[in-house]
């Protein structure tokens, strides 16, 4: 069975440095996803992405953050001078159609650690 | 406000006993709402949505609009049931879904 997957499952960086996450959605999905997850905390929306675009975001996602489909495979997500509070679990997740129908496949997750 | 309450962070139920997980939402319009699910070392993944009315692995959650209720419900816990429980909403124009802070099941032998 297809799935998502996310490279690296570990990411350990310094304070105002630059991330890059990496995904591989399902291969025949239109629509892409990036949520976060802080330790203890609940699992929070940050972008939504279809046809090379943004077509939805949250509070969260700020300047710093950005997403980009570079190829036909991957969806990453950048942020751009990472701050302490950025540490958390960001999972990607593609679907083949959007709104409430299209259901959401989840990857295994990107542990970032920012020191 | 958007919202999806859990108020369990943790539920132990011994095997074979029923099980509920309660979940209360707040969303103007008429929203789809999930249960996910996080075994050990796996990743997030669905369990059921309201909209397909399917019994998964024996669970099942009954939308009470009245009470702004998805409470998921199981007969006879198994073992194999230890787990993460995620509820979840999602608008019907939105692409985000709005996660519960989860409940963890932890099913007694």
């Known amino acids: 069975e297809p799935e998502v997957t996310q490279t690296p499952s570990h990411q350990v960086t310094q304070m105002g440095q630059e991330v890059i996450l990496r995904c591989v959605p399902i291969?025949?999905?239109?629509?892409f996803y990036w949520y976060r997850q802080i330790l203890g905390q609940k699992v929070e929306f940050l972008v939504s992405?279809?046809?090379?675009?943004?077509?939805?975001k949250s509070e969260i996602f700020d300047d710093q953050f950005s997403v980009e489909r570079p190829d036909g495979s991957n969806f990453t997500l950048k942020i751009r001078s990472t701050k302490l509070e950025d540490s958390a679990m960001y999972f990607c997740?593609?679907?083949?159609?959007?709104?409430?129908?299209?259901?959401?496949?989840f990857g295994p997750g990107t542990r970032l650690t920012v020191l | 406000a958007q919202r999806v309450t859990q108020p369990e962070k943790l539920l132990s139920v011994f095997k074979g006993a029923p099980v509920e997980l309660k979940c209360n939402y707040s969303?103007?319009?008429?929203?789809?709402l999930f249960w996910y699910v996080q075994y050990s070392r796996q990743r997030l993944q669905l369990l059921l949505r309201?909209?397909s009315r399917e019994s998964i692995k024996g669970f099942t959650a009954d939308l009470n609009k009245g009470e702004t209720s998805f409470h998921l419900k199981k007969p006879f816990a198994q073992e194999e049931d230890s787990a993460m429980y995620y509820c979840?909403?999602?608008?019907?124009?939105?692409?985000?879904?709005?996660f519960g802070k989860g409940t963890r099941l932890h099913i007694l032998p």
């Open positions: 997740a593609s679907s083949l159609s959007g709104g409430y129908s299209g259901t959401q496949y």
């Open positions: 291969s025949n999905h239109l629509y």
């Open positions: 992405f279809y046809n090379n675009e943004i077509s939805e």
């Open positions: 969303y103007s319009g008429s929203p789809e």
């Open positions: 309201h909209i």
């Open positions: 979840a909403l999602s608008g019907s124009r939105d692409d985000k879904i709005i």
